[in-house]
Structure formats: structure tokens, C-alpha cells
């Protein structure tokens, strides 16, 4: 493998910033905790992180509602706190990312602002979704399409002169207006804050919705309006994965090159990408334009081997067909912890969800590509079910009303030391709790625990990771099923690399005999394969 493309076998922790570590005893975590942080980060072995958005914000979505994009929110730090992350992250060689948000802004953006404050069809609303309502008096969305968040993706605006006006076009919430990419504004804007935080030193972006920005010209009605809402995906084919946002990534792929070139130092562009197969996937990850996209279908499988199975195989052949490699991740800050989700259903008693995650997580590392760590993972954090209604921040929770998607359980903060709440992730007489609190249950996940007991998800990740770098051709390698018996699913790499996890309960037969290199939970007999247990073998030893 060619070693300068440090991306194909990178493992990226996400850092989402505000649950991290606070260094300043507001209850919020910030930049600087995330400096603070950054030798442990060092010892677990990851290549880099990827922040959370940390950008001015009224924070209706945590930082998704963008309001100045070449900036630090106050919350956070400062720009002088972000150059010092960038600078002490280098130095411990473990590159940064960017969250990156281009299909929304924050409704206090100082363009819709403007837009607000102008008249229909002026250019400075032209830089967002404004239409006239239907009906007789205007007073209906211009179309049915509904908000991923809940609620008509449409808010009505009064104008300067005090009388009901336009409407504003938001695939999230009202405070989330979508920019109109068919204005060239929009395109220079962002080609200058990419630029803004390249010449800082970054190393890249994580793209927030990169399927969307561009919607149907005609913004029609949609055949089934509230399948977005429905599922809490980019399902509208009229909404998301026009063909006209290749283009924009093939320009920010050109950006990045030219700053590789300057110095040699690659940037990764690495798309949130949810469209509806492997195939589509795939296009995203031409060689001119993004580096990588999020693999989601591995993240939403059942613990079932067929089922993983298949994801791996259609992703194996239709995106590394690319000469991209596959991104894959198991966790996120959208979506329930792997320890809860492999577990369910909860009053099963089966206590499976840690056994089943620890599985998951070596199948993923073994996996030819690159694959995203989601914070706490390493700790075998299960997602928080029982946050009470009123300490919420969700803005699905408040559009919906309902608890059913809710992302707050996934986004707790976390355990660092101690033994009761705040356990070490804020600190100092006076300090404030934690932004959302943390359960009791909490004291037994903390990293201090987590490193002093060899047995910990923390060794299992830091033990997984260390092989993968003495491994050679991770990112370029081939991937070769095995026979197994029924639940049982084994793969061999090109390098010789042979995984296999036991989806059921009771031991089987090893594939490979003689003791495995590493599993998933604990030791095992040589030839056997304990239930709920991956393991790696090297074949022929």
C-alpha cells in the first residue's frame, strides 16, 4: 500500500466536542478539553479526530444551526484555543477533521438575515429556498414535503412591511434554513471557508448531508411527503442526491489536492452519505471526488450473520470497485449505542449487548478499509434510555413530541474518574453539572477503570488498533468468505488476516485451529469459538 494515503486504513475518532472533556467548569465540554484529552487519544491509537461544530451557534441543533462558519463559538474556546488543538494534535501525529455543515445554515446567519430583510426575488433570498405559498391567499406550503425532524419543511415569513409573506425551505428545523446551491453565492461562500480552515492547518472535512444541497429545480410535490420524517433519513428522492452535487465535491476534491500539493500533506474529504444502495454509495467515491463516505448500512444491520454479510459483500464489491476503500463505522452521535442496540430487546434478560458489541467492534477493525470510533465507544458505553423529558435538548424530541428517535441517550457525557457525577468531566469548586447528567451506573465506564483492567472494551480497542498498524495492505485488502457452520460468519484478507464471530450462544468450531491472535472476550480454547465472540487468527499460525 501506498502509505501516503494515510486515509484508506485510518481509524478516526469522533470527538462530538460538547460531551467530551470541560476545562473550564460551565458543565459543556470545549476545545481545550479536547487538547487535554488528546494524549489519551495517543494512547488508544487513533490516526485522527473528527470535531463535532463548534462554530458560532444559537445551538437549536447543537451546533448544526450554523451561524458564522470562521469561527469559535464561546461555548468552546476561541480561534487562538482551536490553533493550539491543531499545533498539539500535530505533534502527537494525530490529524483533525472538521464537521462541516453546507446543506444549512442557522436562521441567525447574517445572509438570512439579509434574506429576511429583502424583498421576494432579491438575490439575497435567491441564496436560499424562498417561494410564494399556494392557495388563494398564499397561505399553503409551496409544497407537501415534510421536515427529517418532524413538522412541513416549510415556514412562512412576514415581510419587512409587516404582511404575510414567502415561504423558507428547512429539511431539518425552521431555525435550519437549506441554501439555495443553484446560486453561485452560495458555492464562492463556501469555497472561502474551506480555505479559511485549510490555511489554518486542518486536515479535512466530514461533510454533514452530503447527498443534499441541491433539491429538484421545480421543487414538486413528493409522492409520499413524509417519508423523511417517517424513517429519520434522506429518503425524498426530490430533496436529496441530485446529480448536480457531484460537481461540488469534484471542486472541494480540486481544493484539497492543491493544498496537498503545497506541502504533501493529504486532506480527506469523508461525506455523510445516506442514499439507497451500495451502488449509488459508490459514486460519491469516484476518484475525483470525495475520499471516503460513511458506510451506514453496517451500522443499521441486525446482529444476524446474513445480514452482516450482505452489507459487507455489496460494499466490498460496489464501493472498493471505486479504488475508494469502504469507511466503515458502527456508532455515531444520531444513533443508539451499540451495547443497547445489539442487546434489544432490553427485557430479554439475554445481558448479549456488551458480549455482541465487543464482536461487532472486532469485526469492523478487521474489516479492508477505514472505520470511525464514535466517543465512548471504546468504553463500551450502553445508550442512556431513561433521560427524563424535561433535561431533553433534542430538537426531535420537541418537534415530535415523541422519544422514539431521540438522540440525547447517545450524546451523555463522559465518565473520566470517580465515582459520582461529574466524574471527572468537569471539575473545580463551583463547577456546573454536566450539560446532560450522567447515571450513577457511569462510575464503572470511566476511562481511569477502563485502563487499569486489561479486560476492559478500552484494551480491546487499543489491542485491535496496534494490530491493524503492524498489519500490511489493510486498506487495499482483499476479502474472501470462509464456510462456516450455520451463525457463524469468517472471512480471510488478502494478507492473511482471518476473522470470524459466532453470532449465536454456544461455542463452535474455529475456523482456523490454534489460538487466535486476539478475541473479543477473553480467552478461548484453541479450535473453539466461544458464543457472541469475534477473533483473529493469521492463517497458517
Known amino acids: 500500500m501506498n502509505r501516503h494515503h494515510w486515509w484508506r486504513d485510518a481509524v478516526i475518532y469522533q470527538v462530538y466536542v460538547r460531551s467530551f472533556l470541560d476545562s473550564t467548569g460551565d458543565g459543556v465540554g470545549d476545545l481545550a478539553g479536547v487538547r487535554a484529552g488528546l494524549p489519551y487519544l495517543r494512547k488508544l491509537g487513533v490516526d485522527g479526530i473528527w470535531l463535532s461544530p463548534f462554530y458560532p451557534s444559537p445551538q437549536h441543533d447543537h451546533g448544526y444551526d450554523v451561524a458564522d462558519y470562521r469561527g469559535v463559538d464561546p461555548l468552546f474556546g476561541d480561534l487562538d484555543e482551536f490553533d493550539a488543538l491543531v499545533a498539539a494534535a500535530r505533534r502527537l501525529g494525530i490529524r483533525v477533521l472538521l464537521d462541516i455543515v453546507p446543506n444549512h445554515c442557522s436562521s441567525e446567519h447574517p445572509w438570512f438575515r439579509e434574506a429576511l430583510a429583502s424583498r421576494p426575488g432579491s438575490p439575497a433570498r435567491a441564496r436560499f429556498h424562498f417561494a410564494d405559498g399556494r392557495g388563494p391567499d398564499g397561505d399553503e406550503p409551496p409544497n407537501n414535503w415534510h421536515a427529517m425532524f418532524g413538522g412541513p419543511a416549510w415556514t412562512r415569513v412576514t415581510e419587512p412591511d409587516g404582511r404575510p409573506g414567502q415561504w423558507y425551505l428547512h429539511m431539518f428545523t425552521p431555525e435550519q434554513p437549506d441554501w439555495n446551491w443553484r446560486t453561485p453565492d452560495v458555492a464562492a461562500e463556501f469555497d472561502r471557508i474551506l480555505r479559511f480552515w485549510l490555511d489554518r492547518g486542518v486536515d479535512g472535512f466530514r461533510i454533514d448531508v452530503a447527498a443534499g444541497l441541491y433539491k429538484h429545480p421545480e421543487l414538486p410535490d413528493s409522492p409520499d411527503p413524509e417519508a423523511d420524517a417517517r424513517t429519520r433519513d434522506s429518503v425524498n428522492p426530490l430533496a436529496w442526491n441530485q446529480p448536480e ?176 457525577s461529574p466524574f471527572g468531566f468537569t471539575s473545580g469548586e463551583g463547577s456546573a453539572k454536566p450539560w446532560l447528567p450522567q447515571p450513577e451506573y457511569f462510575a464503572a465506564y470511566a476511562t481511569d477503570r477502563a485502563l487499569a483492567d486489561t479486560r476492559s472494551f478500552w484494551h480491546l480497542y487499543r489491542d485491535g488498533l496496534q494490530l491493524r498498524s503492524e498489519l500490511p495492505q489493510l486498506g487495499e485488502g482483499t476479502l474472501r468468505w470462509l464456510d462456516t457452520p450455520p451463525g457463524v460468519l469468517a472471512f480471510v484478507r488478502g494478507d492473511g488476516l482471518v476473522c470470524a464471530v459466532n453470532f449465536g450462544t454456544a461455542p463452535t468450531p474455529a475456523p482456523v485451529p490454534g489460538a487466535p491472535l486476539l478475541t473479543s472476550d477473553g480467552p478461548c480454547p484453541p479450535g473453539v469459538l466461544p458464543g457472541s465472540t469475534a477473533a483473529w487468527w493469521i492463517a497458517g499460525l
Open 245 to 420: 452535487v457531484h460537481d461540488v465535491w469534484r471542486h472541494w476534491r480540486a481544493v484539497c489536492e492543491e493544498y496537498t500539493a503545497r506541502d504533501g500533506r493529504e486532506r480527506l474529504l469523508v461525506g455523510e452519505v445516506s442514499v439507497p444502495s451500495a451502488r449509488e454509495h459508490a459514486r460519491y467515491v469516484r476518484p475525483d471526488e470525495l475520499h471516503q463516505a460513511f458506510f451506514f448500512d453496517l451500522l443499521g444491520a441486525p446482529w444476524d450473520p446474513d445480514a452482516f454479510r450482505k452489507v459487507i459483500s455489496e460494499a466490498m464489491q460496489d464501493i472498493a470497485g471505486t479504488g475508494s476503500t469502504v469507511t466503515w463505522v458502527l456508532n455515531n452521535h444520531d444513533q443508539v449505542r451499540t451495547v443497547t442496540r445489539y442487546g434489544e430487546p432490553a427485557t430479554d434478560g439475554s445481558g448479549l449487548g456488551p458480549a455482541r458489541a465487543r464482536a461487532a467492534a472486532l469485526l469492523m477493525l478487521a474489516l479492508p478499509g477505514a472505520a470511525y470510533i464514535y466517543q465512548g465507544e471504546e468504553l463500551g458505553l450502553p445508550e442512556v434510555v431513561d433521560l427524563p423529558d424535561d433535561v431533553l435538548t433534542d430538537p426531535i424530541f420537541h418537534r415530535t413530541g415523541s422519544r422514539a428517535r431521540v438522540r440525547d441517550g447517545c450524546r451523555v457525557p463522559l465518565p473520566w474518574s470517580g465515582q459520582a
